[in-house]
């Protein structure tokens, strides 16, 4: 089992306000990912991070920010929330073993924007 | 553009036999590619790593095969049981400068008692 988590694991929240995802890691890993997943479809890269300091946007379009002011908190940001954020939001880190990268996720929040 | 293709449609199969899945890719030249399996509102959970000089993994009742002159990999799952009924996903490395893993779409299996 690996050591990420997230919270909410369940929000559902009015259009405007708003949000911070939260998503914590104990395995010191440098690399985090935020991905977007609607039930069904394919993960979509939103926003990863390097290591403290350090975030880049993703292969998505996303209105979210993050930020990664310690190595172990990864959090998401969305200022004013829209029924189109409606989604499953995955964090996941990564250790690499020799010269390959293996990710861990965490288990998600659903988010509902009514 | 760079394609990371796995079957939509649903795969089903009776308890006790093998499962197969596909995995199929264009314009990448990964060093190696992973295979992860997903439960419905969970996160993906990594199963196997295969690199470009290996032809075959194993681990337990999984089997991944992995061949860059068709670009595509294997993966097997023999005896199923119908607790590996998930979504299995693919992932590769990305050329882009970042190398980040880029995930296939994914094949659900069900598996029949």
């Known amino acids: 089992e690996a050591d990420i988590y997230q919270t909410p694991r369940y929000l559902v929240i009015g259009t405007g306000k708003k949000i911070t995802l939260e998503c914590s890691q104990t395995m010191g890993h440098d690399k985090m990912y935020w991905y977007q997943q609607d039930p069904g479809m394919e993960l979509h ?26 190595t172990e908190h990864f959090p998401l940001t969305l200022e004013s929330a829209r029924p189109s954020h409606t989604s499953q939001y995955l964090c996941a880190s990564s250790e690499w073993r020799g010269d390959a990268e293996t990710q861990y996720f965490g288990p998600g929040t659903r988010l509902l924007v009514l | 553009s760079q394609k990371i293709e796995q079957n939509s449609e649903a795969l089903n199969i009776q308890e006790g036999k093998t499962a197969t899945l596909t995995c199929n890719y264009t314009n990448y030249s990964p060093a190696y590619l992973q295979w992860y399996r997903q439960d419905p509102g969970r996160g993906p959970v990594f199963l196997l790593l295969i690199r470009e000089n290996e032809k075959e993994k194993r681990k337990e009742r999984l089997k991944v095969t992995f061949d860059t002159t068709l670009k595509q990999s294997l993966f097997h799952i023999t005896a199923s049981q119908p607790a590996d009924s998930a979504t299995y996903l693919c992932a590769l490395v990305g050329d882009t400068g970042r190398r980040a893993l880029t995930f296939g779409s994914g094949t659900r299996l069900q598996v029949q008692p």
């Open chain 1, 45 to 70: 890269l939103i926003h990863y991070s390097y290591g403290v300091n350090s975030t880049e946007k993703g292969d998505l379009s996303s209105e979210s920010t993050v930020s990664r002011i310690r």
